[in-house]
């Protein structure tokens, strides 16, 4: 054990921790995702990592890339506020209850519900186009619909692995009617306390590469604004397109695994 991370950390370790950071700082950006779906499966494929020392870095390394992401968006005054703590206080409480049904709920057909809702998503993200100018307004209700959504997509997380974005961002577009750029600077928000208290959690198990994580992150650093800049070209329809490629990358890679837990079964 004690020799075999060695061979990882030569130039093809840093190569692929800067490259995969850089992909990631893109999609973070662009989405308003915090990047880990692209992250934890290259980890795995290409440097061999655990599951969980990937997810581990994962979420350290989203840290960083969401604070630019976040400074990105609300430059171009695209961030809600204090929604984003609403939702990030109902994430951080959803995420304990989500790691506690853990052992108790089968995977396999989380999995499968989880595909189920990302194919409903993807289906009506070509049919509402949210305007640029609609704002989160705040009310009794709507601050309670977003600490419901903030404890489900904790839950999410937690049983699933799953970053915020994916959920947070096409629920606020469909259900609260933000335009898709709010939507992204308030899913990248909510994503950094959540991603600081899941990494102070992996740092006491062990699970973090604080080398690969720091890479990985400062890369990431350098497109996030790029993603974000051109999230704010594109007509909210192609945005919306785009968005429903990279969920059905997203459904695609959930349904294999969903696959993959049966067959081991």
Same mark, same amino acid.
């Given at each position: 054990?004690?020799?075999?991370?060695?061979?990882?950390?030569?130039?093809?370790?840093?190569? =692929?921790?800067?490259?995969?950071?850089?992909?990631?700082?893109? %999609?973070?950006?662009?989405?308003?995702?915090?990047?880990?779906?692209?992250?934890?499966?290259? %980890?795995?494929?290409?440097?061999?990592?655990?599951?969980?020392?990937?997810?581990? =870095?994962?979420?350290?390394?989203?840290?960083? =890339?969401?604070?630019?992401?976040?400074?990105?968006?609300?430059? !171009?005054?695209?961030?809600?506020?204090?929604?984003?703590?609403?939702?990030?206080?109902?994430?951080?409480?959803?995420?304990?209850?989500?790691?506690?049904?853990?052992?108790?709920?089968?995977?396999?057909?989380?999995?499968?519900?989880?595909?189920?809702?990302?194919?409903?998503?993807?289906?009506?993200?070509?049919?509402?186009?949210?305007?640029?100018?609609?704002?989160?307004?705040?009310?009794?209700?709507?601050?309670?619909?977003?600490?419901?959504?903030?404890?489900?997509?904790?839950? %999410?997380?937690?049983?699933?692995?799953?970053?915020?974005?994916?959920?947070?961002?096409?629920?606020?577009?469909?259900?609260?009617?933000?335009?898709?750029?709010?939507?992204?600077?308030?899913?990248?928000?909510?994503?950094?306390?959540?991603?600081?208290?899941? =990494?102070?959690?992996?740092?006491?198990?062990?699970?973090?590469?604080?080398?690969?994580?720091?890479?990985?992150? %400062?890369?990431?650093?350098?497109?996030?604004?790029?993603?974000?800049?051109?999230?704010?070209?594109?007509?909210?329809?192609?945005?919306?397109?785009?968005?429903?490629?990279?969920?059905?990358?997203?459904?695609?890679?959930?349904?294999?695994?969903?696959?993959?837990?049966? !067959?081991?079964?």
């Amino acid at each position: 054990m004690t020799s075999s991370p060695e061979p990882r950390r030569g130039t093809r370790f840093v190569i =692929t921790c800067i490259g995969v950071g850089l992909l990631a700082g893109l %999609l973070s950006g662009l989405f308003g995702v915090g990047g880990g779906t692209v992250i934890v499966p290259l %980890l795995v494929l290409i440097l061999r990592f655990d599951q969980r020392l990937a997810a581990g =870095t994962s979420l350290a390394a989203i840290v960083p =890339t969401a604070s630019v992401g976040v400074i990105s968006y609300a430059v !171009h005054g695209s961030v809600a506020w204090i929604p984003a703590i609403i939702l990030a206080v109902g994430a951080v409480i959803g995420a304990q209850i989500g790691t506690w049904l853990l052992p108790k709920v089968s995977q396999t057909a989380l999995r499968w519900a989880f595909v189920a809702f990302l194919v409903v998503v993807i289906a009506s993200l070509f049919f509402i186009i949210p305007s640029r100018d609609a704002e989160l307004e705040l009310t009794w209700l709507s601050g309670a619909g977003l600490a419901v959504l903030g404890v489900i997509t904790g839950i %999410l997380a937690g049983l699933l692995g799953v970053g915020g974005g994916i959920i947070v961002v096409p629920a606020l577009m469909l259900l609260f009617g933000t335009s898709d750029l709010i939507a992204k600077g308030t899913s990248l928000l909510m994503m950094i306390p959540t991603a600081i208290s899941g =990494t102070v959690g992996n740092l006491r198990r062990k699970n973090v590469d604080l080398r690969a994580a720091a890479m990985i992150g %400062l890369a990431a650093c350098t497109t996030t604004a790029l993603g974000a800049w051109i999230a704010t070209l594109v007509d909210p329809f192609v945005g919306n397109v785009l968005f429903a490629a990279f969920l059905v990358f997203i459904s695609v890679q959930m349904a294999m695994k969903a696959i993959r837990g049966r !067959h081991q079964r």
